[in-house]
């Protein structure tokens, strides 16, 4: 049964918009599963849309105008990448002159770059990412954590600058990543989900 959901509630936890699973075809087989929301703010250059990852379901990333009517899809293939293969998570990425959509293409380790109108644009990180699981930025510097166990942190042209936490031989352990003492140990990663920058650059985790 489908149980994901996406909804937009006021600071004090009242409801004020449920965005339902669209009416599209792939869901005559697939399962609904939404990973991860990102909001088009106007304040960034953005025009209120609602972008939704469907990570652990279709694969398909769908958008929502600003009162939550249904726009379209994506699945990857409408670019030269292919489809996405667990879109995790969706980033609205502002350090360049024209704001873009981020996407974590976990499955196939890259990231899949799209303009505000869904418009695909490039890929990136094929040959150095191996999980991508989300975003954040602080200054010209993009944040990865990557679920098999490290951090990255990428320049302004995406490249690679740091890899932290680099432990990736413990996704080959039996029962990852469900691990106990002695197997996570401190100052090593174990599944790295989502990270974020604090306002002087330091680096916030959870696994």
Known sequence: HDTGEVVKTTLDGRSRLNLERPDHPVYESAK???????VCEERFGGNGDVWIADGYGSGYVHRYDRAGGYIGSINGEEGRAGAFNCPHAIFLDTRRA???IYIADRGNRRIQVYDLEG??????????LTSPCAFDTWGEFL???ELFARLTILDGDDRPVARIGDNEAVV???GWPNLRP??????????????????EGDIFLVE
């Open 32 to 38: 609904y599963a939404p990973t991860w929301v990102a």
């Open 98 to 100: 024209e704001a873009e």
């Open 119 to 128: 418009r695909y644009k490039r890929h990136t990180g094929g040959d150095h």
């Open 143 to 145: 944040l990865v954590p």
């Open 172 to 174: 080959k352990a039996e």
């Open 182 to 199: 002695p197997q996570v140990r401190p100052g090593r990663f174990n599944s790295p989900h989502d990270a974020a920058f604090g306002p």
